[in-house]
């Protein structure tokens, strides 16, 4: 069946640049998905990108896409404190239930 | 707020008891959505709701019921509680691929 792989953890100093990134085997997605959920909280979307684009960019968030390879990637550019969260890939497309992956822990670090 | 609303907040079960998780949502989807969370396991489907009237089974249905009462509620049954679904269950609702879904924020079940 579909699967989506992240990395479990990402430890970043305050102000750098985070890159969590995520592979996936469907080569039918046609959406793709992070959310982000802090402690004690659902899961919130933060943003998705089509699966006929190569990047998508929302403020402080970049989202790269390489559909050869399957491999999604979110960058949060000046990261915060406030960035400290799980963060979940998820692709939808090749069937109607979106896949998640297990979710990568980002640390920010003074 | 609209959104997905989910009741209780926690719950403590004996191994045995039964109980009913409420999930309701105010957006007028038509996709409903249960999820268990597990540490290291990520989001694992229980059982979803394509449409009023329909359910269907996800990766993990065993030792659950669903029922999707009308548009707005689709509530979870465990008719007789393991301490193997201790877990944080969450509801979630959709109008389709192209919006994602939209979360509640969740249920902490403990079944001792």
């Known amino acids: 069946g579909e699967d989506v792989e992240q990395s479990l953890f990402l430890s970043v100093r305050e102000g750098d640049s985070s890159v969590i990134n995520c592979t996936y085997t469907?080569?039918?997605?046609?959406?793709l998905y992070w959310y982000k959920q802090e402690p004690g909280a659902g899961l919130q979307l933060l943003t998705y990108?089509?699966?006929?684009?190569d990047m998508k960019q929302d403020q402080r968030l970049t989202v790269l896409l390489n559909k050869k390879d399957k491999h999604l990637s979110l960058r949060i550019a000046d990261t915060q404190t406030g960035d400290s969260a799980i963060y979940f890939c998820?692709?939808?497309?090749?069937?109607?239930?979106?896949?998640f992956g297990r979710g990568t822990s980002l640390i920010v670090h003074p | 707020n609209a959104g997905v609303t989910q009741t209780p907040k926690f719950q403590v079960l004996k191994t045995g008891q039964s109980m009913t998780l409420q999930c309701a949502q105010d957006?007028?989807?038509?996709?409903m959505y249960w999820y268990r969370q597990d540490p290291g396991m990520g989001l694992r489907l229980i059982y979803y709701?394509?449409?009023?009237?329909?359910?269907d089974k996800g990766e993990v249905p065993n030792g659950y019921n669903v029922s999707r009462l009308n548009k707005r509620e689709f509530s979870l049954r465990l008719e007789s509680a393991a301490p193997s679904q201790t877990s944080v269950y969450f509801c979630?609702?959709?109008?389709?691929?192209?919006?994602?879904?939209?979360f509640g924020s969740g249920t902490r079940l403990t079944v001792v």
């Open positions: 979630a609702s959709s109008e389709g691929l192209r919006y994602g879904y939209t």
């Open positions: 469907d080569s039918s997605s046609t959406y």
């Open positions: 990108i089509f699966s006929n684009m």
């Open positions: 998820a692709e939808g497309g090749g069937s109607y239930i979106p896949t």
């Open positions: 957006m007028n989807h038509n996709s």
């Open positions: 709701s394509a449409s009023e009237g329909t359910t």
